[in-house]
Structures are given as structure tokens and as C-alpha cells.
């Protein structure tokens, strides 16, 4: 765990032009820098970064924070590991604390499985490339494929020998429990033990889109494949993987993926590092299994351009017929691209330059209203299957989310079958109608599965008043991390004759715990008591404090916040007078004290609307509903008329 200490030193080291120019094009504008924002698809300049603030944000899509929340995003990792990437950039040393005996106990069956498989992953490397049998049949297979020894150390290929208790004696050796070992999948047990799962095979380890190795897959070698089905055997799923959920090559393709604006789908792992090794980097695999929702979003992150790059046979076909309509209706933009008969990416890449790969991808990729009329309506003249294959391509043009893109593929598909454009928008009406009554119906059905309980929804508007009153809390929050510090009342007078200063966070906190109220989010309540213990601290600056907070959801926050949507340097130039702020400050409390009371009077109507005759409670209810009334008026009348925007 790092403590601290080691986290201000980093935070202190960080300039945040040096790490967001390590993955975009930044230029001076002003007293900031400006440049293409990495997290949506930027045309003009609208990523705005602060050295004076060390914070970044995105007038466009709204990303930023300070240089952790940046490599957070863009790296996909954790708040941990973007520290030890900036402490590794400015040479500073990680000061870990020895963890105590009951944080020991916690630490999540998730870590322990991570150091396993990290722990395996060297291991069976270090087999490949130093023992024995590792070298002439591991090393030699992957010789025998064409690959470099730079390929195989970026994807950290190995080896596993063939006695089938090899990796189980060794890491038991080394202290690693046996329970682990069976949970991450590297061996299996029985009655009579436990045993290697990949022993006598390959090793290509899959690592996850920050790094680390979530499982492994084996392959059998040279005349073991024959008359042998299974050729590769992989992970099963556990605690910290799902297949359905990783792509293999992730880690080593998100630079590239970013770069290019595009990623390729292959099939298997020698595709992918076959593509890497000709020199194209932006390429990933699903391995076997059908693409999913959870990877098209993974991918998405980076690029919404795709390539589907599978071979020319039955099963390529099915592959890319099966993924189009899930990219679609994710707003991928989908291209798809068959190799001739007889070539799976791998062989093609080892027959050809990087360059011309690139140019051949070009020439014949597709998109996929031109592959599936090729593919359903080649040499097709009934008119029953050609109207068939016809409702298949704009039932794929149907669940394209973006109406414009949607459109402009209908006026392509009218041109290209030769089909009026009204009546295809007429069939892309219906099959949008009939998914959206399907959704509805399905909303329904978990409503109906899930009650809602008493109070949360009813025909009052309750809903929208909570909308409403979070609004306000966001408003409030917003005043204490721009204005935190700053005296609005000056010499009020205490119970014992004397007089103090109240700055905007004391008096916020001192007026809600006047009357026990706190905010509905917890994040909020955690800022405003950071807030009051520092607040009255000689220099303390809140907007910088928690721009720079260690929390990255605070940080995040405090960004979003902190900055309004024109130019950094004229937003941290803007300040409020004492009186307009103190107003604005009592106006959002009033505010929120008015959102609970009429939240309290919506629930009294509702318990008044389903009371039945007894007399004794309906008294006590309406009594109730009165005094809310009173308190209500009394609140809208203090308040005033005035409307805060």
C-alpha cells in the first residue's frame, strides 16, 4: 500500500503538460496548452490543459482531472498503478507500509490470484527461454511459426513442461497455495491431486487491458496436434476472468488502437502476434468465442472503427455475419474484410510487408451493407429470398443508433438493391418499432419481478423533486469546492459573547447540522468535511485542494466542477464578491431545505391518498400535512422570489 507521504511526493514531482504530451499533441495557447481531446472523436482543438492548476478537461465531452484521473482513463488502469506510473517517469521511489495483520486477512482473493498468475507468467517464460526442453521444443515452435524474439517478449510468450506436476511443485515450492493455483485454472484437481492443466504446451498469456495476467492459453505442438481436436487449452473461467469480457493483444494494441483510430478483430492469437510482428500493432482477438457486448464496449473506449478480418472459409463468414449487428447497435463503424481461401491473417502477414498488408486491407475491405449483399444475395433470383436477404440488411441498418447514420445508409442501401428508399424506411421503422415495444415489454416484466417500495415513485412528481434536490446538493458542493475558504460572515456573534468568522464551508456545515440534515451523496458530505477541517488552514485553497485531492473520484469531481466551459485561465480569473456569494450560499440552502420539506409534503399526499377510514391516524396525518404546509411557507417566503441559476 502506499502510504501518503509517497503520494504528495509524487503529486508534487507531476507536470501534467509533460504526462498528457506522452499521448497528445499538445500546442500553447496562452498561458495553457490545447490539443485533440483523446477520449471522444475531436476535429478542432477543444482538450485544454492548465500548468498552473496541473488539471486537464475537455470543453467537448467534459473528461478531466488532474494527471491520475487522465492516465486512469486512457490507460484503463487503476489509481495505484497510474501512481507507480508517474513515480517511474519522475524516478521516484515507492515507499510501500508493511500492511498490518488485519488488512493482511482482507486483501481480496482477486490480488492473490493476480500475483499467481503473475508469478506463472515468468515462470513459464523463463522455461521458454532458459531451461532445456523449453529451448529445443518451445522456442523451436515458435521459430518454426516465424517468431522474433522481441515478439516474444512483448506478449511474454512460454513454455510448460511436460511432466504434468512441473508448475504445481514449483510454485508450491515457492509458497504459493495450492487453492490458488486451482482457481486460477493453472491446474486441476481430482481425487488423486492436482496436476498441470498445460503442461507439454505453448503458453501465450492473455494480460488485461491495464496488464495484467487475467489467464493463459496452451497449445499442443507439432505431431501432438495430430488426430488431436482440441489443439488449445485455455483458463477456464474464474474470479478474475471471463472470457467473454478480455480480448487477447488488448494490452499490447490500446497505443495503437488510439493512434490509428481503428482496430482489427481477428480470430486466434497467432493471428494477432503475426499482425504485430509485419508491423501492424492495432489488432486484437476474441479467441474462439462469439464477440460480445462487454468487448465491443471495451473497444469502443479507444476507436468506434472496426475491422473484421477473418478468413474467407464458412466459419469466417459466420463469424463476421454474427458480429455485425452487435457493432452497430454499439455505434461502431464496421468494415469487413474476408482473406482469400486458404489464408488466415497469420500466413497472410508472414507473406507480406507491413505495407503491403495495409494497402491490401484498403483495397478490400467492405462495408457491411456491400459484404452481406455479396454474401446473401449473390446469383439469388427467387424473389421470396431475395426479399429475405433484403429485411436482413436493414434489419442491421435498423438498429444503428445514430438517426443521421442510419438514414444515410438507407438512401446506400435504396441505390445499391435498387429498392425505393420509402419503402426500405418504412421496414426500418417497423423492426425499430417492434425492438422498442420489445424493450418496453421487458421493462415491464422486471418491473413486475422487482415491486417498487412505498414512497420511492408515485403520481406526484416525487421522482423529479429528488432530481431537483440533488441539483441543488451539486450546486451547494460546487460553491464549497470553488469558494471553500473564502469569509462570508464576518463577526457573528457566539452563545458565550464573542464573535467569529464563518467561511462558505463552515457556514454550509454549520446550518445543515443545525438541524441534523446531511447530503444524499456521500462524496459530497465527504468534501464539505474535508472542506471545514482545512478550510480556516493559513493558504488552503479549496478549488486547488480538491483538484489535486489523492481520491481520483474527488479529483474528478472537483474538475467538473471547478472549471466552467469557456477558456482555464478566464474561468480561474472570475470571482465573487462577498455579498453576491453569501446570498447565492443562503439562497441554494434555503433551496435545499425547501426541496426535503416538499419532498416530506409529496409523501404525506400520498399516504393521505391510500388512507382508509381510520380516524385517528387520517387526523394525525392531516395535522402533520399542516404544519409542512407552514414550514413550507414559511421557507418559500424567506427565500424570496428569486430564481438561482
Known amino acids: 500500500m502506499i502510504d501518503r507521504a509517497t503520494v504528495d511526493k509524487i503529486m508534487d514531482a507531476v507536470n501534467i503538460v509533460d504526462v498528457v504530451g506522452e499521448f497528445v499533441n499538445l500546442r500553447k495557447s496562452g498561458v495553457n496548452y490545447k490539443g485533440l481531446c483523446p477520449f471522444h472523436d475531436d476535429k478542432t482543438p477543444s482538450f485544454m490543459v492548465s500548468p498552473a492548476r496541473q488539471i486537464c478537461k475537455c470543453f467537448s465531452c467534459g473528461e478531466g482531472g488532474n494527471a491520475v484521473n487522465f492516465l486512469m482513463k486512457h490507460e484503463q488502469i487503476t489509481y495505484p498503478e497510474a501512481l507507480r506510473w508517474l513515480a517511474k517517469k519522475y524516478n521516484i521511489e515507492i515507499q510501500e507500509r508493511e500492511l498490518s495483520d488485519d488488512e493482511k486477512r482482507e486483501q481480496s482473493e482477486r490480488e492473490s490470484m493476480f500475483v499467481v498468475n503473475e508469478w506463472a507468467c515468468q515462470y513459464f517464460h523463463n522455461i521458454l527461454k532458459n531451461d532445456v526442453d523449453g529451448m529445443a521444443i518451445g522456442k523451436q515452435y515458435f521459430r518454426s511459426r516465424g517468431i522474433r524474439d522481441d515478439i516474444i517478449e512483448r506478449f511474454q510468450l512460454g513454455f510448460a513442461l511436460n511432466k504434468r506436476d512441473a508448475l504445481a511443485n514449483e510454485a508450491k515450492r515457492k509458497g504459493y497455495k495450492e487453492e490458488f493455483l486451482v482457481k486460477t485454472g493453472l491446474c486441476i484437481e481430482n481425487e488423486k491431486g492436482v496436476y498441470d492443466r498445460f503442461a507439454g504446451r505453448a503458453i501465450f498469456p492473455w494480460l488485461n487491458v491495464s496488464g495484467k495476467v487475467v489467464a493463459f492459453g496452451g497449445r499442443k505442438l507439432d505431431a501432438a496436434t495430430k488426430g488431436v481436436q482440441q489443439k488449445y487449452v485455455n483458463s477456464p473461467d474464474s474470479e478474475i476472468y471471463h472470457k467473454e469480457r478480455e480480448l487477447y493483444g488488448i ?16 480470430e486466434g492469437y497467432t493471428d494477432v502476434i503475426a499482425m504485430h510482428q509485419c508491423g501492424l500493432e492495432n489488432v486484437v482477438a476474441n479467441s474462439g468465442t462469439a464477440l460480445s457486448i462487454y468487448q465491443i464496449r471495451l473497444l469502443h473506449r479507444f476507436t468506434p472503427n472496426i475491422v473484421l478480418l477473418y478468413d474467407g472459409d464458412e466459419a469466417g463468414i459466420h463469424a463476421a455475419m454474427r458480429g455485425t449487428d452487435m457493432l452497430l447497435q454499439e455505434g461502431m463503424n464496421v468494415k469487413v474484410l474476408l482473406l482469400p481461401d486458404g489464408d488466415d491473417p497469420d500466413s497472410f502477414a508472414r507473406k507480406h510487408t507491413a505495407q503491403e498488408f495495409k494497402e491490401y486491407i484498403e483495397q478490400h475491405q467492405t462495408d457491411f451493407i456491400q459484404f452481406k449483399t455479396e454474401l446473401l444475395l449473390k446469383n439469388v433470383t427467387d424473389p421470396i429470398k431475395r426479399a429475405e436477404a433484403i429485411n436482413n440488411i436493414v434489419r442491421s441498418v435498423s438498429v444503428i443508433p ?39 415489454k421487458t421493462e415491464e416484466r422486471e418491473q413486475q419481478r422487482q415491486p417498487q417500495s412505498a414512497g420511492t415513485i408515485d403520481n406526484f412528481g416525487l421522482h423529479s423533486q429528488q432530481e431537483q434536490a440533488s441539483e441543488v446538493e451539486r450546486l451547494i458542493i460546487q460553491n464549497v469546492i470553488r469558494h471553500g475558504e473564502e469569509v462570508i460572515f464576518e463577526g457573528l456573534e457566539t452563545d458565550d459573547g464573542g464573535t467569529v468568522d464563518l467561511n462558505v464551508a463552515q457556514y454550509v456545515d454549520y446550518d445543515l447540522s443545525s438541524d441534523g440534515l446531511t447530503f444524499g451523496n456521500t462524496l459530497y458530505n465527504t468534501i464539505l468535511q474535508e472542506a471545514v477541517a482545512h478550510s480556516a488552514e493559513p493558504g488552503f485553497k479549496a478549488l486547488n485542494y480538491f483538484m489535486q485531492h489523492p481520491d ?42 425547501l426541496d426535503i420539506v416538499n419532498g416530506h409534503l409529496k409523501e404525506l399526499q400520498q399516504k393521505l391518498k391510500a388512507m382508509g377510514t381510520n380516524m385517528t391516524e387520517l387526523k394525525m396525518l392531516m395535522e402533520d400535512y399542516k404544519q409542512t404546509q407552514e414550514l413550507r411557507n414559511a421557507l418559500a417566503k424567506e427565500r424570496g422570489s428569486d430564481v438561482i441559476v
Open 251 to 266: 494490452y499490447q494494441a490500446k497505443k495503437a488502437i488510439v493512434k490509428e483510430d481503428c482496430v482489427y478483430m481477428v
Open 402 to 440: 445514430d438517426p443521421i447514420v442510419r438514414a444515410t445508409y438507407i438512401t446506400e442501401c435504396s441505390r445499391r438493391l435498387e429498392v425505393n428508399e420509402r419503402t426500405l424506411i418504412t421496414q426500418t421503422n417497423k423492426f425499430i418499432a417492434g425492438d422498442r415495444e420489445e424493450q418496453r
Open 552 to 593: 481520483p473520484a474527488i479529483s474528478q469531481l472537483a474538475t467538473t466542477l471547478g472549471i466552467d466551459n469557456h477558456q482555464l485561465s478566464k474561468s480561474f480569473e472570475m470571482k465573487n464578491s462577498e455579498a453576491s456569494l453569501r446570498q447565492r450560499v443562503q439562497h441554494l440552502i434555503l433551496d435545499f431545505r
